[in-house]
Each structure stands twice: as structure tokens, then as C-alpha cells.
């Protein structure tokens, strides 16, 4: 009986470690998915300081040169902590940067509010899941960043926009420099917009055209340069 208990016991055992074995990964097979946790980064320049803004990320990695008033591809980058170097030609800026996996960030290089258009400002704005879907079909997603430095000053209580006719009521208040509004869902084709100093009601933007918003697209409406030359910029992120 003993004999027989330990024959039993050991074919007990057999069985567990098989098992257990079975729902491992074997890390040597030559179809296992690798492991890599990315982030989509796209560059804006809103400060024309040179002929250009060159980029690059670790101090060796090269994502090439934005013109101004231009935007760049996204940029699939490790996710974590990244050192960037953006050079103007006779100046350049340093900084860190975090990033999430799996997530898309509109990087935006403008002028530094403090001193005019003397140095620059970084502002990561909006991050957004990569992979979902930008809508729904024969709509399109449109936000609004606030990129213009004069909202420190002249704008101090933000800007305010409205996006298609007003009978939809797509309205956002008070964005301060650095913000931006949520995604509003319009349908695909053209729309229009206007943007007003939320303070006194004066009209910056009265009417401007939004064409060919894409079924499923997903846009932000850039505000930049000062009181004087109020300027917009449109980035299709999807």
C-alpha cells in the first residue's frame, strides 16, 4: 500500500507541473509578440525664431526640421521620460518630456509670454488614446487650442469659440493660453468658427472656414501670434 501511494503521490505531481507548464510563454519561440510601449508625438512651430525648428530626442535621434507655422508627421517614440533639443539655428532649447504608452500628444513650440517673442514656450497639449476611433461615420472631432501668448496679457480671461452655426450650440469659454477645448462633433464637409475675447466680447475671428473636415476626422484649430495678427492654424490628427 505504501508502494502503491508513493507511485500515486509522484503521478499527482506529473500532472501538476504539466500543467503549470502549459501556461507559461516560452520567451525562445520565434512568433512571441515583442513587448514595446510607444507613444505618437507630432511637432507644431508657432515661434519663428530661424529658418526652422530642428528636433532631435536622447541627444542622437534625429526627427528632422519644422518650418514655421508647420507641423510635423507624428513621431512614434519610446514612451517615458524623452530629452528633447530643439534648435533654431542660433539658439537652442533642452527639456524632458513624458510620455504614456499608447497614447498621441501634439507637441507646440510659441512664444514665451513673459518676454515677447524674445525666447520660446513648450506646451504638450491634449493627449488622446492612439488607437481609438477619431468619430463616427460622416462626422468629424474638432477641438481648439488656445496657443496665443497675449492671453497672459491683452486676453488674461481666455478666448472663447463656436464652432458651426450657433443653432448647434458648440460653445467652449474661457480657455486660458496653454488649453483647449474638448472634441466637438460636426458633420464631415465644411463648417466655420469664431473666436471672441470671453472679458469684453470683442470679435478676434468672426467668420472662418473649416473645408473638407474628413468623415472619421479628428482636427485641433490652433489661436497664435498676438492682439495684432490673431492667426489660426488647422492640424488633422486623424
Not at 475675447?197 to 479628428?218: F, H, K, M, W
Request: net charge negative; hydrophobic share 40%; charged share 10%.
Amino acid at each position: 500500500m505504501k508502494r502503491t501511494g508513493m507511485i500515486g503521490l509522484a503521478s499527482i505531481m506529473i500532472v501538476i507541473l504539466i500543467v503549470s507548464l502549459s501556461g507559461c510563454t516560452d520567451v525562445n519561440q520565434t512568433n512571441a509578440p515583442p513587448t514595446d510601449y510607444r507613444s505618437n508625438v507630432m511637432f507644431v512651430n508657432l515661434s519663428h525664431v530661424g529658418s526652422g525648428m530642428s528636433i532631435s530626442f536622447d541627444t542622437t535621434h534625429s526627427l528632422g526640421t519644422v518650418a514655421y507655422a508647420q507641423k510635423s508627421t507624428y513621431q512614434n517614440l519610446p514612451a517615458g521620460s524623452r530629452y528633447f533639443i530643439f534648435n533654431y539655428g542660433a539658439a537652442a532649447d533642452t527639456l524632458n518630456r513624458g510620455f504614456d504608452a499608447d497614447n498621441q500628444y501634439t507637441f507646440f513650440s510659441v512664444f514665451e509670454p513673459a518676454n515677447g517673442d524674445v525666447s520660446r514656450h513648450y506646451e504638450l497639449v491634449g493627449q488622446g488614446y492612439t488607437w481609438a476611433s477619431a468619430g463616427v461615420k460622416d462626422s468629424a472631432l474638432v477641438r481648439f487650442v488656445n496657443m496665443s501668448s497675449d492671453t497672459i496679457s491683452d486676453f488674461s480671461s481666455g478666448l472663447s469659440f463656436t464652432l458651426g452655426p450657433a443653432s448647434l450650440n458648440l460653445v467652449a469659454t474661457g480657455v486660458q493660453f496653454g488649453g483647449s477645448t474638448s472634441y466637438m462633433k460636426v458633420a464631415a464637409g465644411n463648417s466655420s468658427y469664431m473666436v471672441v475675447v470671453e472679458a469684453t466680447g470683442d470679435t478676434l475671428i468672426p467668420s472662418a472656414q473649416l473645408s473638407a473636415l474628413q468623415s472619421y476626422g479628428r482636427y485641433s484649430v490652433v489661436i497664435y501670434g498676438n492682439n495684432t495678427s490673431i492667426q489660426t492654424l488647422v492640424v488633422q490628427e486623424h
